[in-house]
C-alpha cells in the first residue's frame, strides 16, 4: 500500500484522524475538524460551532472556518505529494466571503481534486512550480452557503527536474 493510501484511509478513520491532528494539525484536533469525505475528486471537512469555536457574535470563529475550508482543498494536496518525487506545497493566497451567520455544523467541500493532480504531476514533470486556485464552500445543516474560500495553493517539485 502506497503513502498516499495509507494517508487516505487514516484521515477517514476518526481515531486515526485524531492521531494525526495531534500531531501534525493540532489547532485543526482542538478545533474538532473532522474529514468526511476524500475522494481523488472531492473532499467535505465538517466544523462544529462550539466554546473553542465561537466569537463573541455567537456563530463559528472566521479563522476556524478558514482552517475547515483549507483543510478540505489541502488534503487532497497532502495525499497526491507523497508519493513519487518530493513536492512541497504552500498557500500562497486566500480570500473569504461570508454570506450568513455560521452555526451549527458547518461542511466545506473542494471538488478541484483535478486540478490539484494536474499541478503536482506538472512540477514533477518539468521542475516548475504550479499554482492552484481551489474553492471550498462552506454550508450549514441545512444546505445554506454560510462562506466560500478561495485558496491558492503552490507545489514545487524539490531537488532536480528531468532533462
Not at 36 to 58: C, H
Not at 102 to 120: M, P, Y
Not at 148 to 160: C, D, E, L, Q, Y
Request: aromatic letters at 8%; glycine letters at 10%; proline letters at 4%.
Amino acid at each position: 500500500m502506497s503513502k498516499a493510501e495509507q494517508l487516505r484511509r487514516s484521515v477517514l478513520n476518526p481515531w486515526k484522524l485524531r492521531a494525526f491532528m495531534l500531531a501534525k494539525l493540532p489547532m485543526g484536533f482542538l478545533a474538532g475538524l473532522k474529514v468526511k469525505e476524500f475522494t481523488d475528486k472531492a473532499a467535505s471537512v465538517t466544523i462544529r460551532f462550539g466554546y473553542l469555536t465561537k466569537n463573541p457574535f455567537r456563530s463559528v470563529y472566521f479563522a476556524c472556518l478558514a482552517m475547515a475550508a483549507e483543510l478540505s482543498t489541502g488534503v487532497q494536496g497532502l495525499v497526491l505529494t507523497m508519493d513519487g518525487s518530493p513536492v512541497a506545497m504552500l498557500v500562497v493566497g486566500l480570500e473569504g466571503e461570508f454570506s450568513k451567520k455560521a452555526v451549527g455544523l458547518i461542511t466545506f467541500r473542494c471538488e478541484d481534486g483535478e486540478a490539484l493532480a494536474q499541478a503536482v504531476a506538472g512540477t514533477r514533470a518539468t521542475g516548475e512550480p504550479r499554482v492552484v486556485p481551489c474553492t471550498a464552500i462552506g454550508r450549514d445543516e441545512t444546505g445554506d452557503e454560510v462562506a466560500v474560500f478561495k485558496i491558492t495553493w503552490s507545489f514545487k517539485a524539490r531537488g532536480t527536474a528531468p532533462a
